[in-house]
């Protein structure tokens, strides 16, 4: 296992990289850093193997921790309306602009594979090989999917 | 009414992920279909649209729970890069020193115009793949693709066309001046409305990258730091 230095250096350098693929997947900052916050203590208390490459396990983490996370709130939600009560959002969302308001209004119709593909391939550069094996998916299904998100998100976009 | 293969092609070309007989066919297929380049031109400024919208997330502070886990480690970082900013401010400086004496090629290229071949190396430095320019009254300039040479030279091939004739080239960047490597001019078919190549130019081109390309080409991401960089 990477020592406990050892590997808060890698989440120091790779923290940037870690916000943002999280703003990629929760579509708002304080909820972002929310999913980086729980990453960051996870894989401090699980460790991780020197043989692993990193970064694509970092955001494997995330992701999955997103899903979990993701699932959670949907069933929150359904008791919170079963209940008959009116659900509380108060969260800030954090565009800074019109154009970006409309870029994280676009991500939130894509499905979820789709959105994982947007932040690792688009945004941090993933290659398809890489993006595969960091979601277990085939290379092939990879490229199919970041083109019909692209066409997807360029189509919702232009509609604005 | 661009077909789903087309839409991967744009997707799989902007990131590098076709191989580089693909990636000629395609970039060739752009310069001739202007719906399947106004698509990629779309597609590749919303992807910086992208990039620049999740990257918004650094303006918002770390927060406090967050940075406590980590908070001694990250002192340390920003000393770090603090030093490192220092070393790439003094090596922006000696380029920077090193370049007033840089010199145009372009004579090279049958042009006798010297204000043509200044700009072409201002082109060749600042102009990202697939946007066409005009270089001057007469000459529009467009870079196909860029990519590392074996030897670890960053080039890049490009076209410069008038009414009447057009180049098609390859210079690669060495000792901060672009050095022409293979160059081929024909004449454009008057019914032509913009720059295309002949079957034989293409030839030539295209055995002098299939001996010449390293790996990959450089993808539009790449190109960015290279230009920032000016191409050293």
Redesign the interface.
Known sequence: MLGTAQLKTLLIDELPRMRRFAYSLTGNKPDADDLVQSLVEKLLRKGIKKDIPAVPWFLKVCKNLWIDEARASQSRLKLAQSSAQEPTITKELGPENDQMAQILKAMEQLGDEQRQLVGLVIVEGFSYAEAAHTLDIPVGTVMSRVARARTKLAQLLAEH | MLS?QD??L???SL???LAPEQEMAFKHRLLQEPALNK?YQ??KA??Q????????????P??Q??SS??ED??QV?NEQKATQNNQWRFLALAASVAAIGLLSFFGLQNTSDNQVSIALTKALNTQPAMQVMQLDSNNQFIVLQSFRHNDGRVCREYQISDTNNQSHAIACKKNQQWQLEVTQSSVVAEQAHHVTASGEEVKTIEQYLKGAVKGEFL?S?DEMVQIKRNWQ
């Open positions: 789903e839409h991967q744009i997707s799989a990131d590098g992920e698509q779309a597609i919303m992807g649209d992208l990039k620049n919208t999740f990257a918004d997330i650094a303006s918002t770390v927060p729970s967050l886990l980590l480690d990250i970082e993808t991401d």
